[in-house]
């Protein structure tokens, strides 16, 4: 299994994606075009959609390949 980690961010948000797990079941793309392209390189671009809706659509991946980092600066949590 691939360990390859991929980070992409938009400043608020980073998406991070673990090719080796992901589950090929489409949900991103179809649910979120504009954002995961499988079409384009690199495939996802965090500038095409605003924050909520990314976060809503990693959400819905069923394998954990797609994941939210939030960017927290000037807090910690
Ligand atoms: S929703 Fe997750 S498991 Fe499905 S294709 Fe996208 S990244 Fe892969």
Redesign the pocket.
Known sequence: MSDIVKHYSNGAVTVV?KPG?????????R?LASV?NPGKKPWIDVTASDTESIIA?VS???????SIERENKGSQE
Do not use: D, I
């Open positions: 994606w797990l992901c589950a090929h079941s489409e949900n991103c793309w649910g995961f659509q819905k991946c069923p394998s954990g390949a797609l």
